[in-house]
């Protein structure tokens, strides 16, 4: 069974677009490579071939970080660790027919590092679209000279400036098997955006067919096996990066990206995952080694402290995003009702994590203060669901379907972590505070209340807004019934159980849209019509809203234009 659009209120008509838009439009029409002339076909057997698109990501007020991986041979395949290294340059440009190069140089693409390569460009100009290029091979050597795809990025504004908006588009939980990324395609197409934030689950580590068991695989993972070693992490990076939509939202927005646990394994923590056996699966802490490897050498991130993706950007003085890190700090996840979920000793984040984004919170210039967490901060019980729905909503959550109550996984496994970061918030008077989130394949639109039992007479710290799956599957895909049927008995129940909780979709595949001005941050979330359709088409379903200084969230009424 796969997705459908749900039966919701329908987007209001169109409206003349913005001027931002209209500006943008034009300058960057042209920059997507078409994807019926995606390179998807063979590595050239004569010479070097970009076979996996170009990226960019991280950007800064004056740099960015490019990215792209050059098949020098045809066996030079993804994790295969064969082909000569190759030598590639890169240029940047303001004018998308790179008539006057703003930057360049060469590096190398070794098979130390799968051939992929990355240039950390600096020297560029605050909040400006540039558009850049990699070239491969020699005009005497076999197969010529190769030029990649043209990628078009954005730096971010200068730190002090005043910047009238940002948009994001907002995606996470892309399981190759389980449809087709029409998602990345419609964000593709968008020319209103400064960049896409990527909330984990890029891509899923399991065997083919292993996640979710399903009567039918649409494409088939590569390797077929689930993903241990080095070679077949970089292998699975590899498939996922053949994907002509995922191609063109990498050419044609920067990328800011954090990982959850399925680039590792399933409910990844420290010293472990659910999803990891150390008897026939061998050392984690080489796995998550391996991982985090042809992580960072096939995404355009840059490698944070200690190897990890906690880390800042700014966007002037209008927002600053707090990435974390959740999965290589963390404790073990608990046990429904036992008890440890408050325990003080355990950690989601780590102490210097937590420190961090303590310290980043407080001493904040701008006026709102976005945070990207993988996991669901919002205090959710699902106890009230009635029986008959636990057991699929504990499939859903990767959890025991014995008794779900809370899913351990997300803060709600961490009290004290979320009692001291929400306590921070109001004791230091610190407003305007947004979680995005991914990770739960559902939509939601919340309110962050510091005792969510005394909610709403309580005190709300921050809001929080979730997006859906890029295609993993949500409830009506386990279930097997219609969207918007069974879901609406346990979204109901939730919501009843759970004042701080406005809105929760259980059935769309999508993605969201971000809008960031100093009176408001709106997310304007787009539902697929199929995620089995490689040509669905998308539709505006709910808006919600933050008012500057409310810390709650309200229903808006139109997408922002």
Same mark, same amino acid.
């Not at 593709?188 to 891509?203: E, S, V």
């Not at 933050?546 to 969230?553: A, D, F, I, K, N």
């Given at each position: 069974m796969t997705s459908r659009l749900p039966r919701q209120t329908p987007a209001p008509a169109a409206s003349t677009p913005g001027r931002r838009t209209v500006v943008k439009a034009a300058a960057l029409g042209a920059v997507v490579v078409p994807l019926a002339a995606a390179p998807l076909a063979h590595a050239a057997e004569n010479g070097p071939a970009f076979l996996h698109g170009v990226a960019s990501g991280d950007p800064l007020p004056d740099g960015v970080l490019l990215w792209t991986r050059v098949t020098p041979t045809a066996e030079a395949v993804p994790g295969s660790g064969k082909g000569p290294d190759t030598?590639?340059?890169?240029?940047?440009?303001?004018d998308r027919d790179f008539s006057r190069i703003t930057a360049g140089g060469i590096t190398t693409a070794r098979a130390a590092s799968d051939h992929t390569v990355k240039a950390d460009v600096r020297g560029l100009r605050p909040a400006t679209d540039y558009y850049f290029r990699f070239t491969a091979g020699s005009s005497d050597s076999p197969g010529g000279t190769v030029v990649s795809p043209v990628g078009r990025t954005r730096t971010t504004p200068a730190h002090e400036a005043t910047a009238p908006n940002v948009r994001f588009g907002v995606v996470s939980c892309a399981n190759w098997e389980?449809?087709?990324?029409?998602?990345?395609?419609?964000?593709?197409?968008?020319?209103?955006?400064?960049?896409?934030?990527?909330?984990?689950?890029?891509?899923?580590?399991?065997?083919?067919?292993?996640?979710?068991?399903?009567?039918e695989v649409l494409r088939e993972h590569a390797p077929l096996h689930e993903i241990v070693s080095l070679a077949d992490y970089r292998t699975r990076h590899g498939k996922y990066k053949t994907d002509a939509y995922l191609q063109a939202l990498h050419a044609r927005h920067p990328v800011i990206a954090i990982w959850d646990d399925h680039e590792f394994a399933n409910d990844t923590w420290s010293g472990g995952a659910e999803n990891h056996? &150390?008897? %026939? =699966? *061998?050392?984690?802490?080489? $796995?998550?080694?391996?991982?985090?490897? #042809?992580?960072?050498?096939?995404?355009?991130?840059? &490698?944070? %402290? =200690? *190897?990890?993706?906690?880390? $800042?950007?700014?966007?002037?003085?209008? #927002?600053?995003?707090?990435?974390?890190?959740?999965?290589?700090?963390?404790?073990?996840?608990?046990t429904v009702g036992s008890g440890d979920v408050d325990d003080p000793e355990r950690t989601l984040t780590g102490r210097a994590q937590l420190d961090w984004l303590k310290q980043g919170l407080a001493g904040s210039?701008?006026?709102?203060?976005?945070?990207?967490?993988?996991?669901?901060?919002?205090?959710?019980?699902?106890?009230?669901?009635?029986a008959h729905?636990?057991?699929?909503?504990?499939?859903?959550?990767?959890?025991?379907?014995?008794?779900?109550?809370?899913?351990?996984?997300?803060?709600?496994?961490?009290?004290?972590?979320?009692?001291?970061?929400?306590?921070h918030l109001t004791d230091l008077g610190i407003r305007d505070t947004v979680f995005l989130t991914g990770d739960i394949h559902m939509a939601w639109a919340n309110d962050v209340p510091v005792k969510a039992a005394t909610y709403p007479?309580?005190?709300?710290?921050?809001?929080?807004?979730?997006?859906?799956?890029?295609?993993?599957?949500?409830?009506?895909?386990?279930?097997?019934?219609?969207?918007?049927?069974?879901?609406?008995?346990?979204?109901?129940?939730?919501?009843?159980?759970?004042?701080?909780?406005?809105?929760?979709?259980?059935?769309?595949?999508?993605?969201?849209?971000?809008?960031?001005?100093?009176?408001?941050?709106q997310m304007d979330y787009y539902a697929l019509s199929d995620k089995a359709d490689p040509n669905a088409t998308s539709a505006w379903i709910r808006s919600y809203?933050?008012?500057?200084?409310?810390?709650?969230?309200?229903?808006?009424?139109?997408?922002?234009?």
């Open positions: 030598a590639v340059r890169w240029e940047i440009s303001e389980a449809g087709w990324f029409s998602a990345y395609r419609h964000l593709a197409d968008r020319p209103d955006l400064d960049a896409i934030l990527h909330l984990g689950d890029y891509l899923y580590e399991y065997e083919s067919g292993g996640y979710p068991v399903s009567e056996t &150390p008897d %026939t =699966e *061998g050392d984690w802490s080489a $796995r998550q080694a391996a991982a985090k490897q #042809a992580y960072f050498e096939w995404m355009p991130v840059r &490698p944070a %402290t =200690e *190897g990890t993706v906690y880390r $800042r950007i700014r966007y002037g003085n209008l #927002a600053d995003l707090h990435l974390l890190d959740l999965r290589s700090f963390r404790s073990q996840q608990t210039q701008a006026q709102w203060k976005l945070v990207g967490t993988s996991v669901m901060i919002s205090p959710v019980a699902f106890g009230s669901v009635p729905l636990l057991g699929p909503l504990a499939e859903l959550l990767g959890l025991p379907k014995e008794g779900l109550a809370i899913n351990v996984d997300q803060w709600d496994g961490y009290t004290d972590d979320r009692r001291e970061l929400l306590a007479l309580s005190q709300s710290a921050a809001t929080e807004f979730v997006v859906t799956s890029v295609t993993s599957d949500n409830l009506d895909d386990i279930l097997k019934v219609a969207p918007q049927t069974l879901s609406l008995v346990a979204a109901g129940a939730i919501k009843a159980a759970n004042r701080h909780v406005k809105w929760v979709d259980m059935d769309s595949h999508g993605y969201g849209v971000l809008d960031v001005t100093a009176e408001r941050s809203r933050t008012l500057s200084g409310t810390q709650r969230v309200e229903r808006a009424d139109q997408p922002v234009r």
